[in-house]
Structure formats: structure tokens, C-alpha cells
């Protein structure tokens, strides 16, 4: 029955109750569940209306491909976000068919099969990948004080300076086959040198104040890379004994007092004759001087792990692999010379450390 044909129905009076006719009495309630039925008879069928989905508006086709009205909303949102110029609709869609156009014969010129193609377009994805799943991990990392100062006390050393001496020195070279007299004659030609020097100290000092035996090493030294700047031999770690010269030298050097002048010694390779031209105590770089590069290393750090397990997840997902028996069957062609992988870069030695010259 109808909504009108109901509301017909039990308007109508009733003259008889012997016939089947319905009891005034009872008529408003009988027509309103009816009314009911008929309300909730029109709201399932609007439900169902509105549940269908409406069919793509298509703006253009180009050979299988549908250009839809969604699909030109969104090239319209990508031009926004890149500050791209929007023109007229018309002008918009022929550009959208023209690429979809070109990328059609693209794919039927095998483009989508080269391996070059491929492998740009497997680096883009990555790169979107990456940009979406890794990128907000590595923006997250955090490095906290407490990591900083742990990691400064462990690498003291680094950021200690260790005590120096600055060393000047005369030499004179010996055969090792040469005579008592002719040694003699080395040692003697030394000791006038100590003379000179005691009759005319150097004024020492660091920079060019430190002329260590000034013009004297012309004449009494066979060091050629020292006689030309008074024997100097510049700064020296104090004891430190890899240097070239014989431990000895260096010990007598280390031992002296600032501006002080050895006695003539006799060592591997001939006589020698140094002087202590300056000094400085050993010093710690202070922590606040080096804790932002400190805490920069490490946040590097930590990034590049988290990326190093990122991408041994990804392998691990993906459930690859390597088939070494295979692998040592292939031949690399003449031209493909194996290249060492470089080690990570360290970061540059930091004022007043170990590291960087005095």
C-alpha cells in the first residue's frame, strides 16, 4: 500500500464495524505507524541512492587513458605547491593530454624496458621512499648533553695537547770508519761553537724570535734542512722518540732547561750539539670550546647508522639473496677496475687538539 493510499485509507470514516471496518477509536494510531513505515521506506532508498558512486567526469581520453575531472584537480594542486603558473582550462588540459601523449609512445618505443630508464625511475622511487618512511626518523634523532660530555671524556686524549719543545741544532756529519783524530778534530770544531754561543746568546722565543743558533749553523752544522734557520728543527712532542734524529739527541733536547745549550754529544751519524729555544706545558682543549662540533660528529653519526639499518631492513624485508657461486662465475670487462670503498671522512682536527700543527 502507498503513503497516499494509506493516508486515503484511514482518513476515511468508518460507518460499520460489522464489516471489517476499523474502529475510529483506533484509526491515529494505525496511521501513524503507517506514516513510519513509509518515512523509513524513503530514507533507505536515499541511502542507497547516495551510496552509489558517481562516475568519473572525463575530460579527455588519449588512447586507453581517461583524463578525468579528479585527475586535472590534482595536476591544478601540484602547479600550486610548486609555484607553478596555472594557465586557462583549456591551455591546461591540452598540456595534460600532450604528456599523457608522449609518455603513450614512450612506452610503445620500449623506453619502459631500457635498463637506464629503469634504474632512474628505481632511484626515484627510492628517493620518494626514502623521503616518506626514512626522512622523519632521521629528522627525530636527538643527541643529549649527556651524550656529548660521555663522549668527550672518552676521547680526552683527542682534545689534550701534549707538552712541546722547540729544539735547535748543530751537526756535523761523521764517517763511521773515521779516525780518533779526525772525531776529535768534529768535537773540537762543536765546542768553539759553544763558545760562540755562550759569548752571544740567542734571545729564543717562539716565531722568528726563535733563532736558535742564528748564523752559526752555517758554519758548524751539516743538517741542510736546518742550517739555513739557525739549526731550528721546529716544535717537537715532548717524549716523543719516532722522530728521525737519534734518541739520545732527543733526550739531552728534552731534558734541557729553556734556552739552555747541550754539551757536545756523540751519537749515530756524528756529533751534535742542541739547544732548547722554547717550551709549553701540556693542555686540554676545554669542554664548551669543542662541544657543538663534538655534538655535530655525533648526530652525523647516528644518522648515518640509522640509515646503514634502514637500508639492511629493506633487504631483509624483501627477503634477498646473494648467490656467491654465481657471482664468482661473472667476468668484469677490462675496463671495470674494482675501486676501494672509501672510508667515512673524519672531521677536521679542532683548534688546539693533537690534530692541527702548533
Not at 30 to 38: D, H, V
Not at 145 to 167: D, G, N
Not at 197 to 209: D, E, F, K, L, T
Not at 265 to 294: C, H, I, N, S, W
Request: charged content about 25%; hydrophobic content about 40%.
Amino acid at each position: 500500500m502507498s503513503l497516499l493510499k494509506a493516508i486515503a485509507f484511514w482518513s476515511a470514516p468508518a460507518e460499520r464495524s460489522g464489516d471489517g471496518a476499523v474502529p475510529r477509536s483506533a484509526q491515529p494510531a494505525l496511521l501513524a505507524k503507517a506514516l513510519l513505515t513509509a518515512c523509513a521506506a524513503l530514507l533507505a532508498l536515499t541511502l542507497v541512492s547516495c551510496s552509489k558512486t558517481n562516475p568519473p567526469v572525463v575530460l579527455a581520453t588519449v588512447g586507453e587513458r581517461q583524463i578525468t575531472a579528479d585527475d586535472f584537480q590534482r595536476e591544478v594542486e601540484r602547479r600550486h605547491r610548486a609555484r607553478q603558473p596555472v594557465a586557462d582550462k583549456e591551455a591546461l588540459l591540452q598540456e595534460m593530454v600532450a604528456f599523457e601523449a608522449q609518455v603513450q609512445n614512450a612506452r610503445r618505443a620500449g623506453l619502459a624496458d631500457d635498463p637506464q630508464v629503469q634504474r632512474e625511475i628505481g632511484l626515484m622511487l627510492i628517493g620518494k621512499w626514502r623521503e616518506r618512511e626514512l626522512a622523519p626518523r632521521v629528522d627525530a634523532v636527538q643527541i643529549t648533553p649527556e651524550e656529548v660530555r660521555a663522549e668527550y671524556e672518552r676521547e680526552l686524549a683527542k682534545y689534550t695537547r701534549p707538552a712541546k719543545v722547540r729544539v735547535a741544532m748543530l751537526f756535523l756529519q761523521a764517517d763511521p770508519k773515521a779516525s780518533e783524530t779526525r772525531r776529535a778534530e768534529l768535537r773540537q770544531r762543536l765546542e768553539e761553537a759553544r763558545q760562540k754561543i755562550a759569548a752571544n746568546p740567542s734571545p729564543g722565543g717562539r716565531g722568528p724570535a726563535a733563532t736558535g743558533f742564528g748564523p752559526l749553523a752555517l758554519d758548524f752544522s751539516d743538517d741542510q734542512a736546518s742550517r739555513h734557520r739557525g739549526g731550528d728543527l721546529g716544535w717537537l712532542d715532548a717524549g716523543r722518540f719516532d722522530y728521525h734524529w737519534p734518541k739520545p739527541v732527543l733526550e739531552a733536547a728534552y731534558a734541557l732547561d729553556k734556552g739552555q745549550t747541550s754539551a757536545v754529544l756523540e751519537a749515530e751519524g756524528g756529533f751534535y750539539v742542541v739547544m732548547k729555544t722554547d717550551a709549553r706545558e701540556a693542555a686540554v682543549t676545554p669542554f664548551e670550546q669543542v662541544q657543538a662540533t663534538l655534538r655535530h660528529t655525533l648526530l652525523l653519526k647516528k644518522k648515518r647508522e640509522l640509515e646503514e639499518a634502514f637500508r639492511r631492513e629493506a633487504v631483509r624485508l624483501a627477503g634477498a639473496e646473494i648467490h656467491h657461486q654465481a657471482l664468482a662465475g661473472v667476468e668484469l670487462p677490462p675496463s671495470a677496475h674494482p675501486v676501494a670503498q672509501r672510508q667515512s671522512a673524519e672531521p677536521p682536527g679542532l683548534p688546539g687538539t693533537n690534530e692541527s700543527n702548533p
